[in-house]
Structure formats: C-alpha cells, structure tokens
C-alpha cells in the first residue's frame, strides 16, 4: 500500500489521541504538525519523529506537499481552516463538528468537489465493526422491520481545565456527545426528514478549575428524529447523567425482535440481539462481539481515510453525512426553541454499509 502524506493541525489534547493512530498505519506518513503554540507542535514533532512543524497554516499550505489534513483545531476555526486547506487542494479530515454554521457546511462540500478533493468529519462510528453488524442485522431483517429506536448518552459533564466552552454558546451537551447517536441513528436508519425536540439548562452554574462559571448552552437534550415511513428514533444527550448501564444505550425494536448496543455511541461495544415477538429477560438475549470491535477507537477517521486514499477506495463515511448531523442537531436546536417541528432537507449516501462500497476515488494530483 502506498503511503499518504498526512498533516496534523492542532496539537491539543485530541491530537495527543490521534497522532498515535496516525502514526502506527502502515499507510500513512505524517509529515508535520501545525501550532501557533510552537512548543506544542515540536514537542510531538520530537516525541513521534514528525519532521515539519509549522506555527500557521497558510505558511504550512503553501510551502508543503501532503495530501489530507487532520483538522484538530477548536470548534470555530474548523470551517475557516476547512476552507484553506479545499482552497489548497488538499483533502480533509475534521473533528467534529464539520463547521458550526449550515450553509458554511454546505459551501465547503461544493469548494471540496470544485477541487476534487474530499472533505470529511467526526464521527466515525459507522466504521466500527458493531455499527456495521447492526447495519448488516438491519439489512438482512434479523429483527424484522424496524420503527423505533432509542438512545441515551452522556456524563455529568467536563469538568477539567480548559473545558469552559462546553458550557457556553456553540457548545452544549447535544453537540459535543448527541452528535454521536445522532450520526449513528441516521447511519442505521437513514437520512432524518424533521425532528422535534426539548433543551434546557438544568444547571446554571458550574465550577470549572475552581471558578464558577455561568451555564449558557444545554446540558440536558431530547429530540425526536422522523426517518420517514414512520421510523422514529429518540436521543436524549446530557451532562446531567451521573450514572447509566453501559451494557446497553441503545436499542433498536423491530417487528421481529430487538437489538441493544453497549458502550456509549463513540465507542460502541456488544451488541445483544433477542428474535421474537415477546417481551424476554437479558438471560435470553444472544449477544455478540463483532470482530475488530476492540480495534475501534473513537479517534480513527483521519487513520481510516489516509488508508481509503492509498487504496483508492470510496470511504463508507460522507462530507454530505456529516452535514446532514449538522443540520439535523441545528434543526433540533430551533425546534426546541420555538417548539416546532422543523424540516430537515439535507440527505446523503445510505444505507452505510461496507460490503456495498463498489466505486473507486483517485489519487488528487497537488
Ligand atoms: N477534548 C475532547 O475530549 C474532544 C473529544 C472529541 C472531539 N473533540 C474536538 O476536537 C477539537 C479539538 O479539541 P481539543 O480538546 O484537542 O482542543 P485543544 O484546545 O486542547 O487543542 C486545540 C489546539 O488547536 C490549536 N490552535 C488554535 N488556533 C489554531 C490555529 N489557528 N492554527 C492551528 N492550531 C490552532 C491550539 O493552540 C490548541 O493546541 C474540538 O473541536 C473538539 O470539539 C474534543
């Protein structure tokens, strides 16, 4: 396999997860890291041989040759860098979320394709094994047809230095962990047509570090995704959850069975399948450790796109998904707001499953 040469922007705490990953693929040659806080970048320069740091990334650009970027910068300069780096011909990889506006979501999918690169975010989760063995269960009508499904996901919230801006405007408990079950509710059960929803602030103030801080974004979300055809999923997303059974928080119910998922959605674990039409005890459920499920890590998109581009494989996750999440928890926002139901227009390649990745994308020339 030939290797692609990655570049990492952004060396803070995610990158300490990803640069790792990205380093121990056979397919990917990191070739430099990008910090305006230098010492940041050349003290991962030195710990994983990387052998360019750059404190800007227009320099970065302009003067080196690598063709995906790993976005690993804060929330509001991933649009901005998004849009450097598809101006730059360079494909891109962004944690979440892709950028915090819609329609500057939707001008970076169409500046990606001007320049026949790709563009891609966080989540990754339907790469994971037990995504795809729920996809596959789905597919192949192992729990008859599906209608409803439900998920909960959460914690009692950051609390370690730095973590403020979870707490203030543009970040929320939806965006930061409903994000994952709302890509995967979407990855199983297809592109959502509107939602309503409920967010709130349970509580006001926190202490961060030692200083009070005042509440601003949600901490405490519901909301109810119409998939069409009657097919509905339920997410509640929170930072007021101190405890929950993590052998299941998500269960899929079908016409001819049921199906739970453990873990939490970034990292899903077992799955348990019960077939039949009664209601039955956890002792009569089967359950299931899709193989590889240990090897997925909730940081390994930017390693998984490097390895589709030296393959030259179409990868199974989308730029258009991640924008149809993003106006999906947009949308919810609104309808929680004015207690509407909203529309949801967005759509993207479905259903997610592996084995059906047939067409080919090549090698962007830079
Ligand atoms: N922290 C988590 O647990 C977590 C988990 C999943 C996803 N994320 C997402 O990953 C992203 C990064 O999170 P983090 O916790 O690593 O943040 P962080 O603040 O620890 O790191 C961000 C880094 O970006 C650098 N930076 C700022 N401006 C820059 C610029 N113009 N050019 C290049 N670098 C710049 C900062 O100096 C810093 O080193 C966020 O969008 C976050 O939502 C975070």
């Known amino acids: 396999m030939r290797k692609v040469r990655v570049a990492v922007v952004g060396c803070g ?33 030195q710990a994983y041989t990387i052998e360019h740091t750059f404190q800007d990334i227009d320099q970065m650009l302009s003067t080196l040759d690598f063709e995906l970027l790993a976005n690993l910068t804060p929330m509001p300069l991933h649009a901005p860098i998004n849009r450097l780096a598809l101006e730059a011909g360079r494909n891109v990889w962004c944690e979440k979320p892709i950028a915090t506006d819609l329609a500057e979501a939707q001008a970076l999918l169409s500046l990606a394709q001007q320049h026949s690169v790709g563009l891609w975010s966080a989540p990754a989760n339907p790469i994971s094994p037990p995504f795809q063995f729920m996809a596959q269960a ?3 009508g192992t729990i008859g047809r599906v ?58 103030q926190r202490i961060i570090n030692g200083e009070a801080i005042t509440v601003e974004a949600d901490d405490n979300t519901a909301l109810l995704l119409d998939h069409g055809n009657a097919v509905y ?38 799955i348990s399948v019960y077939r039949g039409d009664q209601v039955r005890a956890p002792g009569q459920w089967e359950t299931f450790r899709p193989q590889g499920q240990a090897t997925y890590v909730w940081q390994s998109g930017a390693t998984y796109i490097a390895e589709c581009l030296a393959k030259g494989e179409k990868p199974l996750l989308s730029g258009e998904h991640a924008v149809h999440v993003l106006e999906a928890m947009l949308a919810a926002k609104r309808a929680a707001k004015t207690g509407s139901r ?25």
């Open 13 to 45: 705490n995610v990158a300490e997860k990803y640069v790792p990953h990205l380093q121990r693929s056979t397919a990917v040659d990191l070739v430099a890291v990008c910090d305006p806080l230098v010492d940041r970048a050349r003290s991962f320069a």
């Open 138 to 140: 789905l597919s192949t």
């Open 147 to 204: 209608f409803a499904a439900h998920g909960i996901i959460g914690s009692s919230g950051p609390g370690w230095p730095g973590s403020a801006w979870f707490y203030q405007k543009g970040g929320g408990s939806l965006f930061d962990v409903g994000v994952y079950n709302v890509t995967l509710f979407t990855g199983l059960l297809g592109p959502a047509q509107s939602v309503v929803a409920m967010a709130g602030t349970a509580i006001p």
């Open 233 to 270: 999923s339920v997410i509640q997303a929170g930072f007021v959850y101190a405890a929950q059974r993590q052998d299941w928080t998500v269960q899929l119910i079908g016409t001819g069975g049921a199906l739970t998922m453990g873990g939490y959605a970034w990292e899903p674990e077992e």
């Open 342 to 366: 909203v529309q949801i227009s967005s759509t993207f390649p479905w259903p997610l499953l592996a084995h059906e990745r047939t067409t080919t994308i090549g090698r962007k020339a830079i």
